[in-house]
């Protein structure tokens, strides 16, 4: 099957800094991406939608200059938390489908602990 | 509006008991189903999908599931559980909009195995 990987797994930064997550496609192209956050013992919420050579579209109460999105290529989405703080420390799972059906393949997911 | 909902946060089953895990959907048309597993800080694992045709779905790790478009369900079967099924099992509908699909995720379902 299909397979994305996220870089880093793991990710620990200070109060203030920025960090990127990287949403790869291995084997095959996507269209699309989407970045889903979850809290502890929660379920997944999504947050906004990648498109690859366009903007983002971001669910509702989602900031969008806080979670920068980035998708420049069919096989790569960014994630950006800028100005980290620790309210934003998550669990950050992307997921990335061709379009062609319905089915979207799931990466294994970034922890961000923000101190 | 579509909605996911799992019934049941928590579930304890003994092991080589049966399981079954209640997943109720609401969507306007026919819906793309899907069921995760996802262990403690891991991404999610596919168990299986219903696209259409038979309603009843095999998946991996001897589950199974059935779509029931009358009750709006999706349940989540398994004849005999054994004690690495214990983790977080999310019941997902896919919906198409903008020539994507988004996944609507339910609330989760939490298994604990007995030995």
């Known amino acids: 099957g299909a397979v994305v990987s996220q870089h880093p797994s793991w990710v620990i930064c200070k109060s203030g800094t920025s960090v990127k997550i990287e949403c790869r496609s291995l084997?095959?192209?996507?269209?699309?991406m989407f970045w889903y956050r979850q809290f502890p013992k929660q379920s997944l919420m999504l947050m906004a939608t990648?498109?690859?050579?366009?903007?983002?579209?971001?669910e509702q109460g989602v900031e969008k200059d806080k979670f920068l999105i980035n998708h420049a290529s069919l096989t790569l989405s960014t994630l950006t938390v800028t100005s980290a703080h620790p309210e934003d420390s998550s669990f950050y799972i992307c997921?990335?489908?061709?379009?062609?059906?319905?089915?979207?393949?799931f990466g294994e997911g970034s922890r961000l602990t923000v101190l | 509006a579509q909605s996911v909902t799992q019934p049941d946060i928590h579930i304890t089953v003994s092991e080589g008991a049966s399981l079954e895990l209640r997943c109720n959907y609401s969507y306007g048309a026919t819906p793309y189903l899907f069921w995760y597993v996802q262990s403690p800080g891991q991404g999610l694992q596919l168990l299986l999908k219903y696209f259409s045709g038979d309603t009843l779905v095999q998946g991996i790790k001897g589950f199974e599931a059935e779509f029931k478009r009358s009750q709006s369900s999706f349940n989540l079967r398994k004849p005999s559980v054994h004690w690495s099924d214990a983790a977080e099992y999310f019941c997902?509908?896919?919906?198409?909009?903008?020539?994507?699909?988004?996944?609507?995720f339910g609330t989760g379902t939490r298994l604990k195995v007995l030995a």
């Open positions: 990648s498109n690859e050579g366009s903007k983002a579209t971001y």
């Open positions: 084997d095959f192209q996507a269209t699309t």
């Open positions: 997921s990335a489908g061709t379009g062609a059906t319905g089915e979207l393949f």
């Open positions: 997902a509908v896919g919906r198409r909009g903008s020539g994507t699909y988004k996944y609507i």
